[in-house]
């Protein structure tokens, strides 16, 4: 093998000065089909220049397929259950589902149909370590980490499942650099879809039958109250909030989960599923009093408030502590469904994809993956909405005149008999139009604030 490893370092080496800078390493491994993009490149150019002089001399080269090779032979003998020599379609579903991710027969033949070389419909240690030579990813969570929910994507609700982050990224630090792009991206995205949040709030609260509100009276009502910077009224607030409650999310759902799971064992769908709502709860309770804020500011009059500490103040003193947490119970209630739907729809659409399209790759590819969070986001809204709006009720009923304090039950009751069931989806429109727009702008400041940060692409 060491004869192969030279042949392709001197065939790689272009200009024949005994090192390979990154631009001979990209087009000789493009040329010959073994890599696709200068990220895929850097990896294997910043994991194999050990003394960074930004070149890989031949020892160096050869090291890194070597140490390359090991970690291939292990993650083929952690595959290959029966020691056979082969991979099987039945040892990738087996040794996927320890890892808790659940793939039919089918859907791991075509994975193997990728690698096989010989059409076997089996993959033997050759063919394993031929496919993967180049490929930083070094076992088989390739699948998982594709197909990883929710990065970087933001559509203004706070109880989506907390992200996976494999022991590397913890130990090299990537973890909180994903963390931090991802709440850049949540901040201008929520910003750019700000005034559509703000509708939806206010005919959550005001849409009653005998006042309907809809989508073009309600911008004209608000910039006429307020003028243009009125739409972003209470922005700043769900800006605000992103940090805090980002970080205790990601430490409540590490938690939840060493509880959940046993030492050295993989987390399941529902396992991740217990502890991401336990985690979106736990992050709730701590930062509640801002939810209750943002909205008091949102339905606010000009002049009423003259800012977040303000609005903090004046609840206090008029309502005492208790009125922080109005609209708290329903917003529990609302993870459960939310974060449940949302996980089923995307593991349905994945295992649908990895069905009828994954001819070549298990990689689906950007569109398709941010098709799927936006779809399965917003069917989790759906079944959520209700308690979502009888909460924003609640949170905003000691600033409507003459409007009994009522509570959850209460209000629910008095939504459906003066207005039925369409009632309890008031603001729904604005909610879903912003969704597009919500996942495009997250989506793309988070690849570039990726880049800006040096979070290494998996």
């Not at 003193?317 to 089923?344: M, Q, R, S, T, W």
Request: glycine fraction near 10%; charge should be negative.
């Amino acid at each position: 093998m060491d004869s192969l490893y030279g042949d392709l370092f001197w065939y790689l080496d272009y200009n024949e000065d005994g090192a390979l800078d990154i631009s001979e390493l990209q087009e000789g491994l493009e040329d010959i089909g073994v890599i696709q993009s200068l990220e895929e490149a850097k990896k294997i150019f910043t994991t194999g220049d050990v003394n960074k002089d930004g070149k890989l001399d031949f020892e160096e080269f050869m090291k890194y397929l070597k140490d390359h090779e090991k970690k291939m032979k292990l993650a083929f003998k952690s595959l290959d259950k029966n020691n056979d020599g082969k991979i099987e379609a039945s040892e990738i579903v087996q040794s996927l589902q320890t890892l808790g991710l659940t793939i039919s027969e089918q859907q791991a033949e075509l994975i193997l149909q990728s690698i096989d070389a010989d059409g076997t419909m089996t993959v033997d240690w050759n063919e394993w370590r031929d496919y993967f030579l180049f490929n930083p990813v070094t076992d088989i969570e390739e699948i998982i980490r594709f197909w990883k929910h929710s990065t970087g994507i933001d559509i203004g609700d706070s109880l989506t499942i907390p992200d996976e982050f494999t022991e590397d990224e913890k130990k090299s630090g990537q973890w909180w650099r994903q963390l931090l792009a991802g709440g850049i991206a949540g901040a201008v995205s929520r910003t750019s879809t700000a005034p559509l949040d703000r509708l939806k709030i206010m005919m959550q609260v005001h849409g009653s039958k005998s006042d309907k509100m809809n989508i073009f009276g309600g911008f004209r009502q608000m910039v006429k109250e307020g003028g243009i910077r009125s739409l972003w009224r209470g922005n700043g607030t769900n800006v605000i909030k992103i940090a805090p409650e980002t970080a205790v999310k990601f430490w409540a759902y590490e938690q939840y989960k060493k509880l959940l799971t046993e030492e050295g064992q993989k987390i399941g769908t529902f396992e991740r599923f217990i502890s991401g709502s336990m985690a979106g709860a736990t992050a709730q309770t701590f930062i509640y009093p801002m939810e209750v804020m943002k909205t008091r500011l949102a339905v606010g009059k000009t002049g009423q408030y003259s800012g977040i500490y303000d609005c903090a103040k004046k609840i206090l003193k008029h309502e005492g502590l208790g009125a922080f947490y109005k609209g708290y119970v329903p917003n529990l209630l609302g993870i459960i469904p939310y974060a449940g739907i949302d996980l089923a729809v995307y593991e349905l659409l994945k295992s649908y994809w990895l069905d009828n399209f994954a001819k070549d790759s298990v990689n689906p590819g950007v569109i398709v993956l941010l098709g799927c969070g936006a779809l399965s986001s917003t069917c989790g809204q759906l079944a959520s909405y209700p308690l979502a709006l009888v909460r924003t009720r609640m949170q905003a009923q000691a600033m409507l005149e003459g409007s009994p304090q009522l509570n959850m039950v209460g209000l629910f009751r008095r939504i459906i008999s003066k207005e039925g069931i369409p009632g309890l989806y008031r603001g729904i429109t604005p909610n879903f139009m912003k969704v597009l727009p919500a996942v495009g702008i997250s989506y793309v400041v988070y690849e570039n604030m990726k880049q800006t940060l040096g979070v290494t692409q998996k």
